[in-house]
């Protein structure tokens, strides 16, 4: 993809966009590794994952941070592409790792029984790998047929995900407490509206917005759904585990007693 | 080894392929120092290794990075071989570290006797570092027949590790669980899969592979192999102690119970 010349307010705001993402994904990090202390045994490996998601984006922002600053060059008052080139493919290598986890993390909380658990993680996380590898063809091209195509097929798996979470999970959890079925109703879309925004980021081009403002918007908008698919996902994923312990009277304090009884 | 000159994707091939194993190292790391709290005591030594051939690979991997990227210039499209040399020689360093770790955590997973334990790992990590020392100085020379020597007195001490972990081992452990059993094979089909791609890699240039194709094959190789014989393995030898917990019906919540009472 060659890059456009940018604004100052147009380079300044993606640079500051990213930034704020390595602070929230850090600042995430920090919070799934001390609170999952706060949870029974029994709901850790989720916030373990969650942990995992945003400590991995984390690096990546990092990467892409500094590649957004070197692949520019501030000449008479305008950002011009210095001829490094931006790496992209840091979000996709970013992604191939982290959205196996998101699905994962999900099924992690809901603690079902290994039989149910297990082929489920298995169909997901494949489901996501195919995903993303058949997007990235598509975003490093610059034909629209063959965009239109790769971006086709990565749909596949992405409707057998919703899937997956929406028929098949909704079953494995339909005897949950209120309050959980309402979160995790919640968590669902949130990763249906995040997850949503993606396709769109990925057709802009297609749909012939001007270069500058097309990469501004991308970057931003890759931004913002990152964030709220990895940091505020997980704080559902926490917030499912609460309440699952308060509708099974469970404390940390307890676990020991209880477990040892069970 | 003096480097070819590589084609834009080439070269961002083996980037982004040493950043992923980057991330996917500290990402392990990170997994592998939370997650130990989620087994009883003795399983735990497990993955404190786990995490230190993580944690090692990892900060070579940055290093490697850095390195390939110093090693080239973006020049008129293509990459020139900028004069600084690549040192490939942090990889045999990294092996040196953590091969005998690897070895060590199959080993300690099983929580078998002291009496049987010692002398077994102590025999796998001196043929482990005779494996990496003597594979190096045929890997850093360019003349095929010396290749092809220090290749055969390292596929020795290769042969032994196998030898120890699939006939003695198998007998260390003939009693376990079945759910147990099925893992350990996978584990040790994992570790004959991947540990069998380095001297396939090693082999390539007697293959007479084009330098620049050799050159990206061997890199993509090798990281993918280290992701799959580090994490993947570590993940296994977690899968296999949480199996082992289970067969003895036993939790973390009750281990200071269990381990006061014994």
């Known amino acids: 993809m060659s890059l456009p010349t940018l604004s100052h307010g147009e380079f300044e705001l993606v640079y500051n966009m990213l930034s704020l993402a390595i602070a929230a994904m850090f600042g995430s990090f920090v919070f799934f590794v001390i609170a999952r202390n706060q949870l029974t045994h029994k709901y850790r490996p989720?916030?373990?994952?969650?942990?995992?998601?945003?400590?991995?984006?984390?690096?990546?922002?990092?990467?892409?941070?500094?590649?957004?600053?070197?692949?520019?060059?501030?000449?008479?008052?305008?950002?011009?592409?210095?001829?490094?080139?931006?790496?992209?493919?840091?979000?996709?290598?970013?992604?191939?790792?982290?959205?196996?986890?998101?699905?994962?993390?999900?099924?992690?909380?809901?603690?079902?029984?290994?039989a149910v658990r297990g082929p489920m993680m298995a169909k997901l996380t494949v489901a996501a790998v195919i995903m993303i590898a058949t997007g990235y063809p598509g975003e490093i091209s610059s034909d629209n047929t063959t965009r239109g195509i790769w971006g086709f097929v990565s749909t596949i798996p992405f409707a057998y995900i919703l899937y997956v979470l929406w028929v098949q999970l909704g079953k494995a959890t339909a005897d949950a407490a209120p309050r959980v079925q309402k979160l995790l109703g919640d968590t669902k879309l949130l990763l249906l509206a995040t997850w949503g925004f993606y396709p769109i980021a990925y057709l802009m081009p297609q749909l012939g917005v001007e270069a500058g403002s097309a990469t501004v918007a991308l970057q931003v908008g890759y931004s913002i759904a990152d964030i709220l698919a990895k940091c505020g996902y997980g704080f559902m994923i926490y917030a499912i585990a609460q309440a699952k312990m308060e509708a099974e009277g469970a404390s940390v304090s307890n676990d020991v007693a209880a477990e040892a009884t069970a």
Chains 1, 2 share one sequence.
């Not at 941070?65 to 790496?87: C, D, H, I, R």
């Open 46 to 114: 989720a916030l373990i994952m969650s942990s995992l998601v945003v400590g991995i984006a984390g690096y990546h922002y990092w990467r892409i941070f500094n590649s957004w600053e070197a692949a520019f060059t501030l000449t008479e008052g305008v950002y011009k592409p210095s001829g490094t080139p931006f790496n992209d493919a840091y979000r996709y290598v970013d992604w191939l790792l982290t959205v196996p986890l998101l699905v994962a993390e999900l099924i992690a909380v809901l603690a079902l029984t290994r």
